[in-house]
């Protein structure tokens, strides 16, 4: 078998597809050997995404309707459902974004498709698919093989993984699909919510000095706060100096915080796992100091010192203050 | 209200340095420090503070070894109620489903107004038992909460969603909720605490207890095998600088001031 059909789940952010729509339909598109790649597209008043989705796929199953307004894990899933067991796809590809983390997991039981969960990259085998994905927070790579059964496959794959390539211009067909009148009783949506806006705008900052749970303590902020002013950079931080309250949420940067994109962005005792480094863009220059050389942190950046960063950082930034006088 | 807590006791990779064991599929254990996972102390935390202001039982649950019993020896330290000790050698090499599949038997069973598991582990990492879990109890279920509360039969939940937005969203109990770290501040557990709870009895629960076909589980019944584990290249992208601090910090300086930095 060499023509393989597929299925991606489109994500919407602010109602565009996101990235990982792109990602995925050019995944999807080498894996397909010449099958269909089709999408699935669902939320409220989507007409214009579906439209630049049609350069992308060859069919957009459109589930477009009110109740779909917040995307919800388990509507898409109720849905993707129906549409897997009468297309059987012989693989679903969703992004391994919050909002697929919540829909993935829940469609794999109902479809009984094996899921294979945060994929790096996808092959596909003889009697299945296999993937590389990470474990023990990304310092480790396994080869994974999932087999088909018959039921088709499912992958979540990590957004920024994946090559995008030329649109193909598929001229894809759009299809509008029904949305059961009672689909969404489950969940009642409150409120979104926005990360508040802090005193400075992280996003329009040149540079980032940036620290994390190597700080270890929250008085130890300050050699990192006087590194940024030095540099005249802003201070942004990851995951766990947020849960641990010693900075705002706003400074956060990552899938669940902000997405910034500075000149330069020194990261300080960060190990750099995908969610933190899903928020940083544009392509800047990145400079780690992290005391342990395995950290996934120095895969990405462009300069690295491995070292104790309470000798390295008040160094940093005697050095930086002589040469600005 | 009968909450259960499902929780898992993994290594701590953050600072260890890691190999590749003989076999290939998995990692040297030797030298590491094994604990509980980051996400599941928050989901305990979430439980024993529920159960404080809305009464009721907290039980935790663990799929996993002899020593894995140390987690729910924590989790009864923290004020969880009861514990259970989901054990048999069928049920290793488990994927997520399998895992899935374990809990599911154990819970249906008994009652369970609210499910809680932490939103990822950080060994396997698939982020994915939780919401199988829920598929097969067939009960509601939200991933990445951030904040959670009960009001009689309703849990209202706030989560991570897209574009680094959170969502507030109402669901009926029972249900399952994944926890992301942060939602609240776990309570210390000291030496004195698990001693405490040291002469409770943790029941264990095998397959046939369960009712669990052996092949459904385990490394023969996972959907999803690892075929081999590597290192990925190390430091592919950075250039490593190397010397003194005194060195380091100067090339630093320099590359810094190359890309506009100073």
């Known amino acids: ?325 | 209200m009968e909450i259960i807590v499902c929780i898992k006791r993994v290594p701590d990779v953050s600072e260890a340095e890691l190999d590749i064991d003989r076999s290939g599929q998995g990692i040297d254990e030797a030298d590491l420090v094994y604990g509980i996972n980051e996400w599941d102390n928050f989901a305990i935390e979430a439980a024993v503070q529920l159960k404080e202001a809305h009464g009721g039982t907290v039980t935790a649950i663990t799929v996993g070894g002899e020593d894995d019993e140390e987690v729910l020896r924590r989790a009864l330290a923290m004020g969880a109620d009861e514990a259970l000790h989901l054990r048999d050698e069928a049920f290793e090499g488990s994927d997520a489903r399998g895992i899935a599949t374990i809990l599911h038997k154990a819970i249906s069973s008994r009652p369970h107004d609210l499910v809680l598991t932490g939103a990822i582990s950080g060994d396997e990492g698939s982020g994915h038992v939780g919401g199988m879990l829920a598929a097969m109890l067939g009960i509601r279920q939200v991933a990445l909460a951030t904040a959670l509360t009960v009001d009689r039969s309703r849990a209202t939940v706030r989560h991570e969603v897209e574009g680094g937005l959170e969502r507030v969203v109402e669901l009926d109990l029972p249900a399952l909720v994944t926890v992301q770290t942060g939602l609240n501040e776990p309570r210390y557990v000291s030496i004195r605490g698990i001693r405490k709870v040291s002469g409770m009895e943790i029941p264990v629960a095998g397959a046939a207890d369960l009712g669990i076909d052996p092949a459904t589980v385990g490394l023969t019944g996972a959907q999803v095998v690892t075929e081999e584990l590597f290192i990925p290249p190390r430091g592919e992208g950075a250039e490593i600088l190397e010397g003194d601090d005194d060195d380091m910090v100067d090339t630093l300086i320099e590359r810094l001031r190359e890309h506009g930095g100073l």
């Not at chain 1, 598929?170 to 699909?177: C, D």
């Not at chain 1, 009672?182 to 400075?200: C, K, M, N, Q, S």
């Open chain 1, 1 to 325: 078998m060499s023509e393989r059909n597929l299925l991606v789940l489109v994500e919407l952010v602010g109602g565009e597809p996101d990235d990982s729509a792109y990602e995925l339909a050019s995944e999807a598109r080498k894996l397909a050997g010449g099958g269909t790649v089709a999408a699935a597209l669902i939320g409220s008043g989507v007409g214009e995404a579906a439209q630049t989705l049609t350069a992308w796929f060859d069919r957009i199953h459109v589930y477009d309707d009110p109740q779909l307004a917040q995307p919800d894990g388990e509507a898409a899933a109720e849905l993707l459902t129906t549409l897997v067991e009468r297309d059987r796809p012989w693989a679903t590809l969703v992004p391994h974004t919050n909002n697929g983390m919540d829909a993935a997991p829940v469609l794999a039981v109902k479809t009984g498709c094996p899921l294979v969960a945060d994929c790096l990259s996808l092959e596909a085998a003889d009697d299945g698919l296999k993937a590389v994905r990470t474990v023990y927070g990304g310092k480790v790579h396994a080869r994974v093989s999932v087999r088909d059964a018959g039921q088709g496959l499912m992958a979540t794959v990590r957004p920024g993984s994946c090559t995008t390539a030329e649109a193909p211009g598929a001229g894809g067909e759009i299809v509008t699909e029904t949305v059961p009148a009672d689909l969404v009783p489950h969940r009642r949506f409150v409120e979104t919510i926005a990360p508040e806006a802090g005193a400075v705008d992280l996003t329009q900052a040149e540079i980032l000095v940036a620290v994390g749970r190597g700080i270890e303590e929250e008085e130890n902020l300050e050699i990192v706060q006087s590194l940024a002013e030095a540099l005249g950079a802003e201070v942004a931080c990851s995951r766990p100096v947020v849960d641990k309250n010693w900075l705002p949420k706003n400074h956060q940067v990552g899938t669940s915080g902000v997405t910034v994109k500075p000149k330069i962005y020194i990261a300080v005792g960060i190990s750099g796992s995908f969610q933190h480094m899903g928020g940083l863009k544009g392509g800047g220059f990145i400079a780690a100091i992290n005391k342990d050389p395995a950290a996934p942190i120095f895969n990405v950046a462009d300069v690295g010192i491995v070292g104790d960063l309470f000798d390295i950082v008040p160094l940093l930034e005697e050095k930086v203050r002589e040469l600005k006088g």
